[in-house]
C-alpha cells in the first residue's frame, strides 16, 4: 500500500498571500496525483488531477506541481473561501487508493 | 449537470447492518466507476472501495473484506453500499463519488452520517 504524508498538518497564512502544501508518496505515483478541498461540513471536491490539471471551474491561481513521490498544491493568492482541509490522493497503485492525512489551511 | 444523492442519516446498533444509497444523473452511469469513502467524526478520508458499474465488478480495501458489498442498479443509475457487523469505530459520514477511468473522483455525493451507537 502506498503511504502518502501531506505537510505541514496545519498552515497559517494571511488572505492575499501565497500558500504552498506539501504531499509525499512512499514510493512513485508517477503523475498519478490528485487533489481536494474540503469544508466544514461539506464533501470533498476536486481541484486538480494528473498532479497539475485543474478540475472544470477551478481557478487559476490554484496549481499543482510534481512528479514520482513529491507533489506540491499552490494557492498564489489566498481568497476568503479558500480556508480548507486539503487532501492528497494517489490514484497509481490500486487498490487500495490512498489518500493523505490532510491540511488545515486557517487564516493568520 | 451532474448531481450524485446519497440516502439520509442513519442510526444503527452494534452488530446491525446498513445500506447506503448514491443516485447519479446527468451523465451515463455505466461510463463510470463509483468508489465509496468514508471519514471518522474528525479525522480523514479512507477509500472504502470501487465498484464497475457496466459489469459490477468489486474491489475492496482490504479492512472491510466480508463486511461490505457494494452492487449497482443500473435500471436506477443508483448504486448502494451495505456494510454489516457494524460496531462503533464504523460511526462516520459515508461518501459516494464518481469515479474517473484513471482513478481520482470527480463528482461527490453530500454524504451520509452513520452512527453506530448501543
Known amino acids: 500500500e502506498i503511504v502518502m504524508t501531506q505537510s505541514p498538518a496545519t498552515l497559517s497564512v494571511s488572505p492575499g498571500e501565497r500558500a504552498t502544501l506539501s504531499c509525499r508518496a512512499s514510493?512513485?505515483?508517477?503523475?498519478?496525483l490528485a487533489w481536494y478541498q474540503q469544508k466544514p461540513g461539506q464533501a470533498p471536491r476536486l481541484l486538480m488531477y494528473?498532479?497539475?490539471t485543474r478540475a472544470t471551474g477551478i481557478p487559476p491561481r490554484f496549481s499543482g506541481s510534481g512528479f514520482g513521490t513529491e507533489f506540491t498544491l499552490t494557492i498564489s493568492s489566498l481568497q476568503s473561501e479558500d480556508f480548507a482541509v486539503y487532501y492528497c490522493q494517489q490514484y497509481n497503485n490500486w487498490p487500495p487508493y490512498t489518500f493523505g492525512q490532510g491540511t488545515k489551511l486557517e487564516i493568520k | 449537470q451532474v448531481q450524485v444523492v446519497q440516502s439520509g442519516a442513519e442510526v444503527k446498533t452494534p452488530g446491525a447492518s446498513v445500506k447506503v444509497s448514491c443516485k447519479a444523473s446527468g451523465y451515463t452511469f455505466t461510463s463510470y466507476g463509483i468508489s465509496w469513502v468514508r471519514q471518522a467524526p474528525g479525522q480523514g478520508l479512507e477509500w472504502m472501495g470501487w465498484i464497475t458499474t457496466y459489469n459490477g465488478d468489486t474491489n475492496y480495501a482490504q479492512n472491510l473484506q466480508g463486511r461490505v458489498t457494494m452492487t449497482t442498479d443500473t435500471s436506477t443509475s443508483t448504486a448502494y453500499m451495505e456494510l454489516r457487523s457494524l460496531r462503533s469505530d464504523d460511526t462516520a459520514v459515508y461518501y459516494c463519488a464518481r469515479g474517473a477511468s484513471l482513478g481520482y473522483f470527480d463528482y461527490w455525493g453530500q454524504g451520509t452520517l452513520v452512527t453506530v451507537s448501543s
Open positions: 494528473g498532479a497539475s
Open positions: 514510493q512513485s505515483v508517477r503523475s498519478n
